[in-house]
């Protein structure tokens, strides 16, 4: 596969669930991002990793909890979220932030529904 | 902090149009501007970028420019296609940190 992939691609989970979103790339990039896209409302940077550090969390309630293991694979781990955490999640790759402006490339997204 | 903004929301033209799709800035202490299109439930597809230091960016038939002294992104688009039918989102970098414009939704009348 190319670019940035995203599994799964839907996922319904209840209130009291576990689970995680899984985000890889195969651009060779540094830097990967975790985004959340509600209706009707800009695209909310949550984290950013650079060299597999995590460099910004902007205020994100702990029930989100990122990892990223290699400079390649993100995870977004999910415990007892609310039904207002139902969105779209993107992930995102570039090459290292703080070298300049940088070209974002996103995958296509999970698709969650809080129940 | 920055915010950014999209003029129009929606904007319905008939095929052949060209247009232009407005972003602007609050902050003009931005890296780069990046103009991306969204298919319904789908991720971003990038269009062009600019840098900070650069005052236009051109790939077939869209050109984006950048003042950023005014804080003023434009993205123009020629002779519209059914297929452009997308919502299109402006974004400028600073450091680490990514602003998002709500889009414009856009849709070409065959």
């Known amino acids: 596969e190319t670019g940035v992939t995203q599994t799964p691609r839907h996922l319904v989970m209840g209130m009291t669930n576990k689970k995680s979103l899984k985000c890889e790339q195969h651009?060779?990039?540094?830097?990967m991002y975790w985004y959340k896209q509600s209706a009707k409302k800009p695209l909310e940077l949550m984290f950013v990793?650079?060299?597999?550090?995590?460099?910004e969390n902007n205020s994100v309630p702990s029930r989100f909890s990122p990892e990223c293991p290699n400079s390649s694979h993100l995870f977004l781990h999910l415990h007892t979220l609310q039904p207002e955490d139902s969105a779209l999640y993107l992930c995102?790759?570039?090459?290292?932030?703080?070298?300049?402006?940088?070209?974002?490339?996103f995958g296509p997204g999970t698709r969650l529904t809080v129940t | 902090k920055q915010e950014v903004t999209q003029i129009p929301a929606a904007l319905s033209v008939p095929e052949g149009e060209n247009l232009v799709l407005n972003c602007s800035f609050t902050?003009?202490?931005?890296?780069?501007l990046q103009w991306f299109r969204q298919d319904p439930g789908k991720g971003l597809t990038s269009l062009l970028l600019?840098?900070?230091?650069?005052r236009e960016q051109t790939s077939g038939r869209l050109n984006a420019s950048l003042d950023k002294s005014s804080g003023r992104s434009t993205l123009y688009i020629a002779a519209s296609q059914p297929g452009d039918s997308a919502t299109y989102l402006c974004?400028?970098?600073?450091?680490?940190?990514?602003?998002f414009g709500t889009g414009t939704s856009l849709t070409v009348i065959p």
């Open positions: 995102a790759s570039s090459q290292d932030p703080g070298s300049g402006g940088v070209e974002q490339y």
């Open positions: 651009l060779g990039h540094n830097a």
């Open positions: 990793y650079n060299f597999k550090e995590q460099t």
């Open positions: 902050d003009s202490a931005i890296y780069n």
């Open positions: 600019i840098q900070s230091s650069q």
């Open positions: 974004a400028v970098s600073v450091g680490n940190q990514f602003y």
